[in-house]
């Protein structure tokens, strides 16, 4: 009976962990905005301990702040920091695809990226109409699938991180946007394609274009907040 206790209260925090991180990524929990357990416990019907424990693996996160005696706030990413994550991501995804791929390339293909595929098509489309709450969930879905395809799990985990990190502090300045369309990366699909053909320097060309959209959407940012 302790483990069973155990496991359903393991389940309920990962599941308002993950609630919480929606509420972030959509925008309805802003940077900056402060909460306590309590409050998010009465939110979601709950005791306090699950609660508390999943907003202290969500600060593990990088996404919130604890603050002594006054709970936790949803952490304030800056420009640099964005930055920071993109030069990150793309130093470990060059690492991951060098000389064809990585050590578990091989089974990046046929059957295995079938799956990662239709993410890719959902993701583009939802760039291209510019919807950006589908963009982000499918997103993340389809570079942690590709993640586990073409390299170990911890480095897929660290990635799915730097790609929550960047979305949470992208979310609020691109709802923003007048032309999000503009600013929003819909080379999912090209990826794909130039896995399947084993093509290293197009998967270098698709991933490059993907951090110079980021970068040049950064100094955007910069440049009107000057």
């Known amino acids: 009976m302790p483990a069973s206790g155990a496991v359903t209260r393991n389940t309920l925090r990962q599941q308002i962990a993950d609630a919480l991180r929606d509420e972030v990524l959509a925008g309805r929990l802003q940077p900056g905005q402060e ?18 424990e999943a907003l202290v693996d969500l600060a593990g996160q990088g996404l919130l702040d604890s603050n002594q005696h006054r709970g936790y706030q ?23 695809f060098r000389e064809g791929g990585g050590p578990r390339a091989h089974l990046a293909s046929g059957v295995a990226l079938v ?7 959902e993701a583009a489309r939802a760039a ?6 589908v963009l982000i ?23 799915h991180r730097l790609r929550v990190q ?5 979310v609020p300045h691109l709802r923003a ?23 290293a320097d197009a998967i270098h060309a698709v991933i490059a274009s993907h951090d110079d959209l980021a970068l040049k959407w950064a100094d955007r940012l910069e440049r009107q907040s000057a």
């Open 35 to 52: 909460f306590t357990v309590k409050q998010i416990a009465e939110q979601y019907g709950v005791s306090a301990t699950p609660v508390r």
């Open 74 to 96: 949803v952490h304030r990413f800056s420009v640099e920091d964005f930055r920071g994550m993109i030069e990150a991501r793309s130093l470990i995804v060059d690492g991951i």
């Open 115 to 121: 799956s990662v595929r239709r993410r890719a098509e």
């Open 128 to 133: 291209r109409c510019g919807e950006l709450n």
């Open 137 to 159: 969930g499918y997103d993340l879905r389809f570079w942690r699938e590709l993640g586990t395809l073409v390299t170990n799990s911890y480095i897929a985990d660290f990635l």
């Open 166 to 170: 960047s979305w949470v502090f992208a």
């Open 177 to 199: 946007e007048p032309e999000l369309g503009e600013w929003l990366w819909s080379g999912h699909e090209e990826l794909v394609d130039a896995m399947t053909l084993g093509d």
